[in-house]
Nanobody
Framework: QVQLVESGGGLVQPGGSLRLSCAASGISLNFLPMGWYRQAPGKERELVASISSGGSAIYYSDSVRGRFFISRDVAKRLVYLQMNSLKPEDTAVYYC?????????WGQGTQVTVSS
């Protein structure tokens, strides 16, 4: 059974940074195109960043481009999302999943709250 686990969220002031991590059991992330998604209260879940299986193709949504950076650690089989210059509108639960996502892979997510 595949399980994705997100970590690294928390409360941060505007302008601050966080790094999210995505780990998996039951599957190796190294061979999958992966993405970070987020869902804010009252809004639909959206893809904010993705990375191809080889790492050469990266996508960012307009709302995070230039502030968020997705990467892989092949040795550790992790996928990261470095979030800089955080804004209150980045407040959401952040999830990792494949791209396109698989419904059965959704984990609990990690809460990111940007507030002073």
């Amino acid at each position: 059974q595949v399980q994705l686990v997100e970590s690294g969220g928390g409360l941060v002031q505007p302008g601050g940074s966080l790094r999210l991590s995505c780990a998996a059991s039951g599957i190796s992330l190294n061979f999958l195109p992966m993405g970070w998604y987020r869902q804010a209260p009252g809004k639909e879940r959206e893809l904010v960043a993705s990375i191809s299986s080889g790492g050469s193709a990266i996508y960012y949504s307009d709302s995070v481009r230039g502030r968020f950076f997705i990467s892989r650690d092949v040795a550790k089989r992790l996928v990261y999302l470095q979030m800089n210059s955080l804004k209150p509108e980045d407040t959401a639960v952040y999830y990792c999943n494949t791209v396109p996502f698989k419904s059965q892979y959704w984990g609990q997510g990690t809460q990111v709250t940007v507030s002073s």
